[in-house]
């Protein structure tokens, strides 16, 4: 696990500054701090921080090609790089090492743009070809590694893993993407490719980049998607067998290391899951951590003991303190633009505490959307029998009258959302769903911005991320769409790239075996009733495992990586948040309607309203765009 970085000039071969590429590198020296090395010649400038897992002694980047005309910087693991350096040695390719990165070059020689369909794993990479004068950049299928670039006003790219890499450059545009405010409040984070800034983008998950120098940057191209093909299924058993198979094959590839290699376990279904496949393929008991909290409300320990006990694993695990809020401004640090998953704050912790034992941690990410694990799936699937039963025409007068008028209940169970189902009743599918996830509902962010601000915005709504991969959604099933719109916003944009920055602030790589290309490939395509059954969310995967865990584990209500937030902003919280919203930093941007700002904190801490999200949200995009002086 790696960091990279670069400057590719797009119309020449003008020399390149060796001191700021250094600075763009050293901004990443958490992501890697074995090593680090550059390359720089007339037109290009590669840089590399390395975390060293396989090959320890001979995998130094920038890598180079046995002729010289290729060199490759790359931040991830292809799990599948023996197979493939057997078949290119059978081409007659010659290796100087045992190590994947140099798999890359040899496959872009053999293969070009389509390289990447050979590879199975994590991966960011920058490969620059001497002869071909081209820079070809790619991003694994789902996104778990991540890629900034943009193109300077001099005709020069940059890239690198984290967006503070290119921030480093001091002729980065760093004018405010008024869209991404939107989709920020929208969703908690701003979704693929976007980011704050108008004119720097993430590749997205499944793409490649080909540069050539004296031609404009084209647009990305996608080379995976998830197909949503149905497959052949026998009899439940069978089903199960086979699942079975194929998460324990997905375990074992990512089971190789040359460091010390553990596993999360939270005590859910999807961490135990993994613990269990490891247990059973390894001699040595597996290494394990968990993350408590002085909350019970929060606290999971005791079921991923369940699971510690059952394996015999080395299980350590840590309480923390429920006010833990005093990673506010390293969280800013660490993500470099607006992100409001307040569960970064325990990720970082179980990262922190698993690097004092481990340097490659696998977790159960990627579970829920791949087996429609959330509750909200249920709620829509409910929903939806009643949209598919009434026309549009009907439903949005009736519902929508009554989404207005119902009082909303912040005191009330999660299980009671009256307010939001015939809000959501009073939409289409797609529609319905974003407002469901939405952390800020459309009225609100009407009433959040500022007239400047939503002139800027030009009309634009959240709900266009929807549309868009909704119109390119390879299957009509009303679940498997939703599962689809997820793992292409909230899976890479929300949970992949909390992991990805809370484990890389410590140096941890963590791996992923049930986002396995192949693995998915499979399960995305298997009946959606065999998904979500009988109100059970992850019932085949449930029926699978019944042999390797407890039920108490496969069947107790999920909980989730939560914090205290609307105790934190009433107490210890209570200064900053008026400091930072209702007195100075967003009140000065002329972004937000300050009347509105204040009736939000005003009634959040009357008690009158829990209004912890959004506030958590305006916090975050205080702390982390106050040095950029955005305003209007």
């Known amino acids: 696990m790696c960091g990279i970085a670069g400057i590719f000039d797009l119309t020449g071969r003008r020399e390149l500054d060796g001191d700021l590429l250094g600075a763009m590198n050293q901004s990443q020296f958490h992501r890697g701090p074995d090593e680090g090395g550059q390359h720089l010649e007339p037109g290009i400038a590669l840089a590399h921080r390395r975390l060293s897992i396989i090959d320890l002694s001979s995998g130094q980047q920038p890598m180079h090609s046995e002729d010289g005309n290729l060199c490759v910087v790359f931040n991830g693991e292809i799990y599948n790089f023996r197979t493939l350096s057997k078949q290119l040695i059978e081409k007659g390719y010659r290796f100087r090492t045992r190590c994947d990165t140099e798999v890359i070059l040899y496959a872009w020689q053999e293969w070009g743009e389509h390289c990447v369909d050979h590879f199975r794993g994590m991966f960011a990479f920058a490969l620059y070809d001497r002869r071909e004068q081209t820079l070809f950049l790619a991003r694994d299928r789902f996104g778990i590694k991540p890629l900034f670039y943009a193109v300077l006003p001099d005709n020069q790219l940059v890239f690198g893993s984290e967006l503070k890499v290119l921030k480093a450059h001091p002729l980065l545009p760093r004018a405010l993407n008024p869209q991404a405010v939107e989709d920020y409040f929208a969703l908690g984070y701003i979704p693929e490719p976007k980011t704050i800034y108008r004119d720097v983008y993430k590749l997205p998950p499944g793409h490649t980049l080909l540069i050539k120098r004296g031609q404009p940057v084209p647009r990305s191209v996608e080379y995976w998607d998830i197909p949503f093909s149905p497959v052949q299924t026998g009899s439940e058993e069978d089903t199960c067998r086979e699942l079975l198979e194929r998460m324990r094959e997905a375990v074992d590839v990512r089971m190789v290391a040359e460091v010390p290699l553990g596993a999360f376990l939270s005590g859910g279904v999807d961490s135990s899951a993994v613990v269990a496949m490891m247990a059973g393929l390894q001699p040595d008991p597996v290494n394990t951590c968990a993350i408590g909290f002085d909350v019970k409300q929060f606290n999971e320990t005791e079921f991923a003991r369940m699971v510690a006990e059952r394996y015999h694993t080395n299980h350590f695990e840590q309480t923390v303190d429920s006010d833990d809020f005093d990673l506010l401004d390293i969280l800013a640090s660490l993500y470099d633009e607006p992100y409001a998953d307040s569960s970064a704050i325990p990720t970082y912790r179980v990262c922190q505490l698993a690097k004092q034992r481990v340097t490659v941690a696998l977790s159960g990410d990627g579970g829920d959307e791949s087996f429609a694990g959330y509750r909200r799936y249920r709620w829509h699937m409910n929903e939806e029998k009643l949209r598919s039963s009434l026309p549009l025409g009907l439903r949005k007068p009736v519902f929508g009258a009554l989404g207005r008028v119902y009082p909303k209940a912040d005191w009330a169970p999660k299980v009671f959302r009256a307010k939001s189902t015939f809000q959501s009743l009073a939409r289409n599918s797609v529609e319905a769903y974003l407002h469901s996830v939405s952390l800020a509902k459309d009225d609100q962010r009407q009433r959040l911005f500022s007239d400047g601000l939503k002139k800027e915005i030009q009309g634009y709504q959240a709900i266009e991320v929807f549309k868009y991969y909704a119109d390119r959604s390879p299957t009509d099933d009303p679940l498997s769409l939703i599962q689809y719109l997820d793992m292409k916003t909230y899976l890479v944009g929300d949970i992949l790239t909390k992991v990805d920055r809370a484990s890389m602030a410590h140096a941890l790589e963590v791996r992923v075996p049930l986002l396995d290309h192949k693995l998915m490939e499979w399960v995305s395509g298997l009946p959606s009733g065999i998904k979500l059954k009988g109100g059970e969310g992850k019932y085949v995967l449930k029926k699978t495992l ?57 009634q959040h801490l009357s008690g009158r309203r829990d209004h912890s999200a959004v506030l958590w949200s305006l916090l975050m995009f205080e702390a982390t765009t106050k040095n950029d002086h955005f305003g209007l």
């Open 546 to 602: 019944e042999p390797h865990l407890p039920n108490d584990v496969l069947y107790r209500p999920k909980m989730g990586f939560g914090v205290p937030l609307a105790n934190w902003f009433r107490g210890p919280l209570k200064s900053r948040l008026r400091s930072s919203i209702t007195e100075g930093g967003l009140a000065e941007t002329g972004l937000f309607n300050q009347s509105y700002l204040e009736q939000l904190v005003g």
